[in-house]
């Protein structure tokens, strides 16, 4: 969970205007934008536009007209054009909404200015904003008003306190190159901003996400995307986020499918009482009353992260459900998020299709991390922590199961490390094995599910912190983003042919809601009772071990089931 930032910068491969693909598709004249067909271009009648008017008026100045105005972008890489938009407007802890024309973030007047990052921990004060509702768009050049392509609509992670659309790896226009669809990288609020409203406003990040989508159903006619193909995908918290808007009947109507990478599903979402509590501890820190608008307001955002930070630390001491690793998180709160989406309640009818991907070391980070175990463990420390983890009777189990079992010939060794027992565990316990009980529900809803692991990442920046991360064969949380991305700054062979086998896959699947495509191995729907994950960047499939449905989920619950959140 631990998420390690060292990068803000995102960069992009430059490339010669001229020798853009840009060049030899586009009217390469200077632009004449006060012709009567200037003009008809301006009204927002998808026919005229589709019919009359460039998509690019000029090869320095790539510009699209939308119906919310002009979009000004920048084609500094060979195959896309990248437009930074705002997509909306919040006043502190309210609603966001739509913006009614097209700005660059942050009041801009560059199209290559990059948006400021929301606010949080970890960044300078002058690279964030509390004018945050930004996107980055990367349009392929390939495509033209009426292409109808699809678009990856994609959330970054970061635990709900971290991450922007400018981290390192998010550069989506090798992505929207590859598969010819479009590329919207999304911002929201995060922390407290987003989601510790002292006015009881709940799931203001979420409610965040669906402003980006409405905004996005608007305006991807203009620029050759069909509004009624957009794939949300995300990583950690991100898809986390997506399982809230899984669990969002409001949201339904706003995309067609979904890919979920590495979401901690063991914590399940806040329930309203935890959520409570949380406000309740928050609000005490606060110099204002939870009514006084204007104090409320002028609260600084350095004070405002202290508090956040407060909280982070304390929660858990509040409240054993919010766990570890994301204590400020979505809430199921009834009105917007009305279904756990897992078995402590009716699970809903689906039909979304969705793909459910985790990497094989999850849990490297936290295990190895100089916080937890930088050294080796010993087998009577691995007892204790297990112990401490899962408690009574729990922990006789988990000693019991083969999977994570130190062998006999092992106990009584002076060189036995547990961390790589542990590391499985950890693994299994957050991520990989909840992760198959959410694709089996799904299944029991009525929808598709595909599963995958990934045994091929690219190491993330700020994860060589942990050395084992680094280690061959190891693949850690995040080590997955620059693969999808197709940004893997050098890549081996073996990356670079996961990057295309992976482009391939999330491209026929946000046309088809199918993965498959000829010349790659067949991925199987999963069933309830087998999931047929596939091994991403081996072969085969994945052996269950303790992701048995018999046992995680049911011998020993997830976090969800044993406090019914
Ligand atoms: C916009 O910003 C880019 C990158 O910083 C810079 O190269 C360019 O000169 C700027 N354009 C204008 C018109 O200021
Ligand atoms: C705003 O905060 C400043 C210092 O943080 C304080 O001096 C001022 O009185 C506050 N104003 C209001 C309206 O609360
Ligand atoms: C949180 O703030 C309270 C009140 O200022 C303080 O007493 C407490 O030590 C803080 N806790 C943490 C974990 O920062």
Same mark, same amino acid.
């Given at each position: ?9 995102l960069?992009?491969a ?14 390469p ?7 009567p ?28 007209i939308?119906?919310?105005?002009t ?6 890489t060979?195959?896309a ?12 802890w ?12 942050n009041?801009?007047?560059n199209?290559s ?9 970890g ?24 292409s ?6 994609w959330?970054?992670? #970061?635990s709900?306190?971290?991450? $922007?659309? !400018?981290?390192?790896? @998010? +550069?989506? &226009?090798?992505?929207a190159a ?29 409610q ?9 159903q ?58 409570q ?14 009514t006084d608008?204007?104090?409320?307001n002028n ?5 405002l992260? #202290?508090f956040?930070?407060?909280? $982070?630390? !304390?929660?858990?001491? @509040? +409240?054993? &459900? ?5 204590p400020?998180?979505v809430?199921?709160d ?37 916080n ?8 009577t ?18 000693l019991?199961?083969?999977n ?11 060189n036995t ?57 190891i693949?850690?949380?995040?080590d ?14 073996q ?17 088809t ?20 994950a ?6 085969g ?20 089931q044993?406090?019914d959140?």
């Amino acid at each position: 969970m631990v998420f390690v930032a060292l990068a803000l910068s995102l960069l992009l491969a430059t490339s010669t205007v001229l020798g853009s693909p840009i060049a030899r598709l586009h009217d390469p004249f200077p632009p004449t934008p006060k012709t009567p067909k200037g003009l008809l271009c301006n009204l927002p009648i998808p026919m005229v536009q589709k019919l009359l008017c460039p998509r690019q008026i000029a090869n320095s100045d790539p510009a699209v007209i939308t119906p919310l105005g002009t979009a000004h972008g920048v084609d500094d890489t060979a195959n896309a054009v990248r437009f930074a938009v705002r997509y909306g407007t919040a006043a502190r802890w309210e609603p966001s909404s739509v913006v009614t024309s097209w700005q660059l973030p942050n009041g801009n007047t560059n199209a290559s200015s990059l948006p400021l990052a929301c606010p949080q921990d970890g960044i300078d004060e002058d690279a964030m904003s509390e004018d945050c509702l930004s996107l980055l768009l990367y349009v392929p050049t390939s495509i033209s008003p009426g292409s109808d392509v699809p678009t990856m609509m994609w959330i970054h992670g #970061g635990s709900f306190t971290q991450g $922007s659309a !400018t981290f390192p790896g @998010l +550069d989506g &226009s090798n992505f929207a190159a590859a598969t010819g669809s479009i590329v919207a990288v999304i911002q929201y609020r995060l922390g407290a901003l987003g989601l510790m409203a002292p006015n009881g406003n709940m799931n203001l990040a979420v409610q965040d996400v669906m402003t980006a989508m409405n905004f996005l159903q608007t305006v991807l006619p203009s620029f050759g995307g069909s509004p009624s193909k957009i794939t949300i995908a995300g990583q950690s918290s991100g898809a986390t986020m997506i399982r809230a808007l899984l669990a969002t009947p409001s949201a339904s109507s706003l995309f067609q499918s979904a890919i979920l990478q590495s979401d901690p599903m063991d914590y399940g979402f806040l329930s309203a009482a935890t959520q409570q509590t949380l406000q309740t501890y928050f609000n005490g820190l606060l110099p204002c009353s939870t009514t006084d608008v204007s104090c409320l307001n002028n609260i600084s955002i350095d004070d405002l992260l #202290g508090f956040t930070d407060n909280l $982070s630390n !304390t929660a858990l001491t @509040l +409240d054993q &459900s919010v766990g570890l690793g994301e204590p400020l998180r979505v809430v199921r709160d009834g009105s917007l998020i009305t279904t756990p989406l897992d078995d402590t309640a009716p699970f809903p009818a689906v039909s979304k299709p969705i793909m459910v991907s985790n990497v094989k070391n999850e849990a490297g980070l936290s295990i190895y991390s100089d916080n937890a175990f930088p050294d080796s463990v010993a087998p009577t420390l691995y007892d204790e922590v297990v112990e401490g983890t899962f408690g009574d009777p729990d922990t006789s189990f988990v000693l019991a199961n083969p999977n994570y079992a130190i062998p006999p010939s092992a106990q009584n060794n002076a060189n036995t490390d547990a961390r790589p027992t542990l590391e499985k565990l950890g693994t299994d316990q957050i991520w990989r094995c909840p992760g198959w009980t959410f694709a089996r529900n799904w299944i029991g809803g009525g929808g598709n599910a595909y599963v995958g692991l990934y045994v091929v990442g690219a190491s993330y920046p700020g994860n060589d912190a942990v050395s084992f991360c680094t280690e061959s064969g190891i693949v850690c949380h995040q080590d997955d983003i620059e693969i999808v991305f197709g940004t893997v700054p050098s890549p081996t062979s073996q990356q670079a042919t996961l990057t295309a086998e992976m482009q391939a896959r999330y491209k026929a699947f946000m046309n088809t809601g199918n993965p498959n495509v000829a010349g790659h191995a067949n991925w199987q729907l999963a069933t309830a009772s087998d999931v047929h994950a596939l091994t991403l960047g081996g072969s085969g499939e994945v052996a269950a071990g303790g992701c048995d449905p018999s046992f995680f989920g049911d011998v020993v619950q997830y976090d969800y089931q044993k406090f019914d959140i």
